[in-house]
C-alpha cells in the first residue's frame, strides 16, 4: 500500500507529519524567493514545479483518514500576516500571463468559466498554509495536520490546481510555439458570460511572452 494512505499501524504519525510540514515548508520559502523577482527568467518554470510538489502533500493529506484535532477550539494565533505585498511582487512578476480562466467546480454543469489570478491563488494558499504552519511550529503537530487537510478540501487543493493548470497552460503554449490569448482588458471582478477569453482578447504569439518568462518556444 502507498505512503500515502496511513491507516496502516506500523506506520509512525510524526514521519508523515515531518514530510508534510517538511513540503509546505519548501512551498512557502521557494513561493516568497521568487515573487522577489531576482530570477524573472525561471519564475513561471519554478512554480509550476513547486506548486505540483505542494499538491503531493495536498494528495497525502487527502488521502489520509480524517484528522481530529486534540483541542475542541482552534487556539488562537493573533492576526494573519499580510501579504498584500507578496500578492502585488507576483503580480507584477507575472502581469503578462496572471489572469486565466477557470471553472470552479467541474461537476458542476452548465457553470461558465471566469477569470482568476496566478497571484492571487498563490497568495491565498500561502496563507492556508502558514496558518497551519503557526500551529506546528507551536508544537501542536495534530492541529497543523487537521488545518491543512481541511483547508485543502475546502480552499488550498482546488485553489492550487486550477493554479497549477494555468502554470502548466503557460509553459505548453511557450514550448510548443502555439499562439496564446491576451487577457486584454480583462479583469478577475468582470463576468465572462458564455464567452471565452479568445474572444474577450486579442491575440499574441507566445515568444512575446517567453522571453521575460525565460523559456523558449519549440523550433
Do not use: C
Amino acid at each position: 500500500m502507498s505512503d500515502a494512505t496511513l491507516h496502516a499501524t506500523d506506520r509512525n504519525p510524526d514521519d508523515f507529519a515531518v514530510q508534510v510540514a517538511d513540503q509546505i515548508e519548501s512551498f512557502l520559502v521557494a513561493v516568497t524567493e521568487v515573487a522577489k523577482g531576482d530570477e524573472p527568467d525561471s519564475a513561471v518554470p519554478f512554480l509550476l514545479l513547486e506548486v505540483s510538489q505542494l499538491l503531493l502533500a495536498g494528495g497525502r493529506l487527502g488521502a489520509h483518514e480524517d484528522i481530529v484535532p486534540d483541542e475542541r477550539y482552534e487556539p488562537d494565533l493573533g492576526p494573519e500576516a499580510d501579504v498584500d505585498l507578496l500578492r502585488e511582487n507576483l503580480a507584477r512578476l507575472l502581469d503578462p500571463v496572471d489572469v486565466y480562466s477557470e471553472v470552479f467546480d467541474p461537476y458542476e454543469p452548465r457553470k461558465a468559466p471566469v477569470p482568476a489570478r496566478i497571484s492571487d491563488d498563490l497568495t491565498d494558499v500561502i496563507t492556508d498554509l502558514r496558518h497551519g504552519m503557526a500551529h506546528y511550529k507551536a508544537g501542536r503537530t495534530t492541529e497543523a495536520l487537521w488545518w491543512w487537510q481541511f483547508s485543502y478540501f475546502s480552499n488550498w487543493g482546488s485553489t492550487a490546481s486550477a493554479t497549477l493548470r494555468a502554470l502548466q497552460s503557460v509553459v505548453a503554449h511557450v514550448r510548443l510555439n502555439q499562439p496564446l490569448a491576451e487577457l486584454d482588458g480583462l479583469d478577475t471582478d468582470q463576468g465572462m458570460g458564455d464567452d471565452t477569453l479568445e474572444f474577450e482578447a486579442g491575440r499574441v504569439m507566445a515568444q512575446e511572452i517567453a522571453a521575460p518568462l525565460g523559456m523558449r518556444p519549440v523550433t
